[in-house]
């Protein structure tokens, strides 16, 4: 782990650096408190430069609202200059909030090694750091560590998520979500889970749920009637998060878990069923949670669909879960997706979709509201494609 060194009150300082989104280590420290306001706070916010709080708590938590407050309003300034077509008007939204998480990111707060914050007003995070990092450091392992106040700030909202889980109206159940897997908190693709019939060659299908995160298509699917559900992530985090909503859910006997890329490792395994929800637009992502909505050159997409028609059994269908928010926005089109599914050696056999239940889909506020009020989420049902 990366070390952080500075000097306080003439006093040379070393802590370990943490930084789920991969920001290298800083290479300068100045310390502020409750005295610092947010134009002094943005001032000093230089690259390779985080800014330590040894004030209260709480008035952490103010300076980094009335910095964000700041920076909106500088966006919105410049909005009436921007590009009004979509695709332009995203890219710039996106690099905006990019910046802004870059800027806020540079408040950072010291853990003690058992996630301790010895500050004013401070509470007790041990068990939500002990979710998201592992373990507190004991034995030899003394010291503290650096993390920006707003990674903290989702780490202490992630357990809370976790603690008390997400009703899924579709499974007449919670769903338990874990730091840095994908929350499933918009339910209507569940919804087209549910009416999608299961092939003719297979009533009671074998299943692949292709990046599973919480496990939640899992769980319903194998609830609809499936025989066997094979789940497969890359995230370990999910597979662990995965498996334990399958146990909770009395569906562990049903629903296998596995870490892999993609598909499952063992390349003579088939599914009358594959069923897979990938990132829906293509852009890097910028954290762990990111992974699930951002996805560079389409490539979680392409590897599905290339991979798709030697993973099924004769008869078998491929789930492919997608909004058409790319489209809209101009980064994919319905031509080059519709090729691209010939390309793979597949052919449309079905098609369900529905509008976007979600509170930014009515969000007038939002910058690209005029692109989800617009919002559609299919699920396609693929097939290998007949020998003409």
Not at 31 to 51: E, F, K, M, S, Y
Not at 146 to 171: D, F, M, N
């Amino acid at each position: 782990m990366a070390q952080v060194r500075w000097a306080e009150d003439g006093v040379r300082q070393t802590a370990r650096w943490h930084s789920e989104n991969g920001t290298p280590a800083p290479a300068r420290v100045i310390v502020i408190d409750d005295a610092t306001g947010a134009n002094t706070a943005l001032r000093l916010a230089q690259p390779d430069t985080v800014l330590l709080w040894r004030g209260d708590f709480e008035n952490a938590k103010h300076l980094l609202k009335a910095m964000d407050r700041r920076l909106q309003k500088r966006e919105s300034r410049t909005a009436s200059a921007r590009d009004t077509e979509l695709g332009a008007l995203f890219h710039t939204h996106r690099a905006e909030r990019a910046a802004r998480a870059e800027l806020l990111g540079k408040i950072v707060i010291a853990l003690e090694s058992d996630y301790t914050i010895r500050l004013r007003r401070a509470p007790d995070v041990r068990d939500a750091c002990a979710h998201a990092y592992g373990p507190a450091l004991t034995g030899d392992s003394p010291g503290t560590t650096l993390v920006s106040l707003s990674e903290l700030i989702g780490v202490i909202g992630a357990y809370q998520w976790h603690r008390t889980g997400i009703h899924v109206e579709a499974l007449g159940a919670r769903i338990t979500p874990a730091y840095g897997v994908f929350t499933p908190t918009r339910d209507e693709y569940l919804d087209l889970v549910m009416e999608a019939p299961f092939p003719d060659s297979a009533p009671h299908p074998v299943v692949f749920d292709i990046g599973t995160g919480t496990g939640v298509l899992a769980a319903l699917i194998g609830r609809r009637g499936a025989r066997a559900v094979l789940a497969t992530d890359i995230n370990p985090r999910a597979v662990h998060c995965a498996a334990e909503n399958m146990r909770k859910l009395g569906v562990a006997e049903l629903v296998s878990v596995v870490e892999a890329d993609l598909w499952p490792t063992d390349p003579k395994l088939r599914a009358d069923v594959v069923v897979c929800n990938p990132p829906w637009l293509p852009g890097t992502p910028t954290s762990d949670l990111e992974l699930g909505i951002y996805d560079p050159a389409s490539e979680v997409l392409h590897r599905f669909l290339d991979g798709l028609a030697n993973r099924l059994t004769p008869g078998g269908e491929g789930w492919l879960i997608l909004s058409d928010l790319a489209e809209i926005l101009g980064l994919r089109s319905r031509e080059e997706f519709l090729s691209r599914i010939a390309e793979a050696g597949l052919e449309v056999v079905g098609t369900h979709e529905t509008a976007p239940r979600h509170s930014r889909a009515s969000d007038t506020s939002d910058p690209l509201h005029a692109a989800r009020s617009r919002e559609r989420t299919l699920l396609w049902r693929l097939a290998p494609r007949s020998p003409r």
